[in-house]
């Protein structure tokens, strides 16, 4: 069993950074591959990033350049740093982890991942 807890959302001008974490918990999580998705409302939950337990990087064509997914296997944790934040990305931001994956078409959807965070809400204003 994974247990994951995000944080550092918050509300935050347009322009600005955020610095989100996942922490987790349980079993060999060091053989977990670990991503972010996002889901708006009425909008599907969107891949952003991952990091596998091989250590391949990922992050998706649309945050590219303003968002870096990064972990620190010592601590358990994923990041993700924020930059030049849009009211676009206003969303509940979601950790998720899978056993092993290296797969870069694997780890961007979202039903391979079995172990999820309870989500952290970011919001972008004008």
């Known amino acids: 069993q994974v247990h994951l807890v995000e944080s550092g959302g918050g509300l935050v001008q347009a322009g600005g950074s955020l610095r989100l974490t996942c922490v987790g918990s349980?079993?060999?999580?060091?053989?977990?591959?670990m991503g972010w998705f996002r889901q708006a409302p009425g909008k599907e939950r969107a891949f952003l990033g991952a990091?596998?337990?091989?250590?391949?990087?990922y992050t998706a064509d649309s945050v590219t350049g303003r968002f870096t997914v990064s972990r620190e296997n010592g601590a358990n944790a994923l990041y993700l740093q924020m930059n030049n934040l849009k009211p676009d990305d206003t969303a509940v931001y979601f950790c998720?982890?899978?056993?092993?994956?290296?797969?870069?078409?694997?780890?961007?959807?979202?039903?391979?991942?079995?172990?999820w965070g309870q989500g952290t809400q970011v919001t972008v204003s004008q």
């Open positions: 349980g079993s060999d999580i060091s053989s977990h591959s």
């Open positions: 990091v596998t337990w091989l250590g391949g990087t």
């Open positions: 998720a982890s899978r056993r092993f994956g290296d797969d870069e078409v694997a780890v961007t959807i979202r039903e391979n991942y079995r172990y």
